[in-house]
């Protein structure tokens, strides 16, 4: 069995929007069913984590199965144990694996040697549990009309760009992408993401600059401008990204009655403003509670046995 989530393109509009509507049945229609239960999944973590940790754990518990943490210094492939190794033997314990690590190739090598799904939760290169949560929060909050809406993605092009850039693709929907040109996301993604545009008649945008950008938008969505697998010089990014805060002045641009979203953790005072952020709080902490609904969705058809999706 193959059946891996690792990236959004790994699945079909069909899969995603399966997702996004057994996420309404989770969040609101009492949808309960323990297709997890004598199942064992493994969370190898290499990353600091709260959002992504602690709903997978809830969410693998909700569906009747038992949730394994395990931080990556506690096991050895800390020591250098190979990503073919480790994935080989947990097989053999363990019914699913999600992953939490600095090398998106490491977890693509640890996947192809695994014999049980693997879901990524988080790359230096992108983050598709966050950004299937996040279409589903759209859908929520905009219903019928998320096609109309237009979304602004700011600060920079880091895997959450990617993770969004990719999804926003896949659903048809409207996105621009607003980073200094020297932080811009990945190439080859966004290449790929305006393939799969032309079929969904997704448009996604990029500009430079932050006033044009914000014009007109329903929703703002930023990410910290240092990530936890950057290493390089901090000045220097928060010197590119100072024009790239979310504020009162870039609202201004916006529609009056703009969303903010954000991933979260925040750091306040860089990506966003203090007032902004609070204000905004109620919608973006739903954005949180709601990656339990979408990853309950997603494990609920990837790691009963059977795997529901016939893309993966
Ligand atoms: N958004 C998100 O993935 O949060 P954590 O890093 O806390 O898991
Ligand atoms: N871009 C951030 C996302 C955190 C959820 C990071 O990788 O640290």
Redesign the pocket.
């Known amino acids: 069995m193959k059946g891996h989530f690792l990236d959004i393109f790994d699945i079909s509009y069909e899969e995603a929007k399966q997702i996004v509507d057994l996420s309404f049945d989770f969040k609101y229609n009492n949808f309960n069913p323990k297709s997890l239960q004598n199942l064992n999944i493994a969370l190898l973590f290499s990353k ?6 602690v709903s997978f754990e809830v969410g693998i518990k909700e569906l009747g199965g038992n949730p394994i943490f395990l931080q990556e210094s506690s096991l050895q492939v800390s020591r250098g144990e190979d990503a073919s190794d480790s994935a080989r033997t947990l097989s053999r314990y363990v019914d699913g694996v999600v992953i939490r690590t600095g090398s998106h190739q490491w977890l693509t090598e640890f996947a192809k040697y695994s014999n049980v799904p693997v879901i990524n939760a ?1 790359t230096d290169y992108t ?1 598709p549990c ?1 950004a299937l949560s996040d279409i589903f929060t759209l859908f929520e909050a905009f219903k019928e009309n998320i096609k109309n809406i237009k979304v602004l993605y700011i600060g920079d092009g880091n895997n959450m760009a990617n993770a969004l850039i990719s999804a926003f693709a896949l659903f048809g929907l409207n996105l621009t992408v607003c980073t200094p040109k020297e932080l811009a996301p990945d190439e080859e993604n966004l290449k790929r993401a305006l393939e799969v545009a032309k079929q969904t008649k997704a448009k996604i945008i990029l500009e430079e600059d932050p006033k044009k950008a914000a014009k007109d938008k329903d929703v703002i969505y930023t990410d910290v401008w240092i990530s936890m697998n950057d290493d390089g010089s901090k000045e220097y990014k928060i010197n590119l990204l100072k024009d790239y805060q979310v504020n009162e002045q870039l609202l201004s641009y916006a529609k009056k009655d703009v969303k903010i979203m954000h ?3 925040a750091k306040k005072g860089q990506e966003i403003t203090e007032d902004i952020f609070e204000k905004h709080a109620d919608f973006i902490f739903n954005q949180a509670e709601n990656r339990l609904h979408t990853q309950k969705a997603l494990m609920y058809l990837m790691f009963d046995g059977t795997n529901k999706m016939a893309s993966i």
Not at 48 to 53: D, M, N, Q, Y
């Open positions: 600091p984590s709260t959002r992504t940790r988080l983050h966050q991933c979260l953790p």
